[in-house]
């Protein structure tokens, strides 16, 4: 099994459009953040190639180039927002390589955005033309309800991005024997606060993925004060951090964090050793 962080940025990535700041301007590829976003590859008991995306941002085409993803048996969707949301389009190669639907989950208001947005593939029948769109099998899903995937759960975790009620998942194998040091993993990105309700789904992780924006306060997302504070309060042997703004440069903040925890970075690939 391999969890691959396909983007770790905010919502305006980094470089940001029109910034010379030093992370902006930076040579040090770890600085380039494409939108966050992540997958999870592995091999299933039958010997069949899986691979599920976490969220699907405008970034999603040029991840998965950079990634070679050949295929996507589903997408989990956190929110509703932009950054995570506008390369569901881009689903529909896979559907054309693999010849095959994609199940796609999300909760009731993150559903209604997509179809709101993409009615061209959820109304298929009435476009104009018949063109090439995405074949998506839609499911709700609802808080600490899990989701059994092809070997791997996904129990959905109630989080607060401002206001907004979002979810973090929780993932791991349904066979306890697989576990290996990954896994339990949560990812929580677009956190700004955890409901006393989620804490349980916190509890016994291997690894954390959790939102850090920046130094300073933010009303919708967590500092990196604020992040390491609860990375601290869930004690995974190990965190990584992301949605970061160009306000944290890769190195200099990675040399400065507590052990075990670290800025992730596009590309990086986690191993179920």
Not at 245 to 253: E, R, S, V, Y
Request: aromatic content about 6%.
């Amino acid at each position: 099994m391999r969890f691959l962080f396909l983007g770790t940025g905010t919502s305006a990535g980094v470089p940001a459009i029109g910034c010379d700041c030093p992370v902006c301007t930076s040579t040090d590829p770890r600085d380039q953040r494409l939108r966050t976003a992540a997958a999870l590859r592995w091999t299933d008991r039958a010997g069949s190639p899986r691979t599920v995306l976490l969220d699907a941002g405008p970034d999603l085409r040029l991840q998965s180039l950079r990634a070679r993803l050949d295929r996507c048996d589903a997408v989990l969707f956190t929110h509703n927002h932009v950054d995570h949301t506008f390369g569901l389009d881009e689903v529909r190669r896979f559907n054309a390589v693999m010849h095959a639907p994609i199940d796609i989950y999300a909760d009731p208001h993150t559903m209604d955005h997509l179809r709101r947005v993409y009615k061209h593939i959820f109304d298929r029948d009435n476009n104009v033309n018949d063109s090439f769109v995405a074949t998506l099998i839609p499911h709700l899903i609802d808080p600490h309800s899990p989701i059994d995937l092809h070997g791997l759960r996904f129990t959905p975790i109630p989080l607060l991005h401002g206001k907004l009620p979002v979810l973090g998942f929780r993932i791991e194998p349904q066979h306890p024997d697989a576990n290996g040091s990954l896994f339990p993993l949560a990812y929580c990105t677009d956190v700004s606060g955890i409901p006393p309700q989620s804490w349980p789904l916190l509890r016994g992780l291997r690894t954390l993925v959790l939102d850090a924006l920046r130094h300073r306060h933010h009303p919708t997302h967590l500092s990196l004060a604020q992040a390491v504070g609860i990375a601290h309060q869930v004690g995974a042997p190990r965190t990584y951090f992301v949605h970061m703004a160009h306000d944290l440069p890769h190195a200099q903040t990675n040399r400065d964090l507590p052990e075990g925890m670290a800025l992730a970075h596009d590309g990086l690939e986690l191993a179920n050793d």
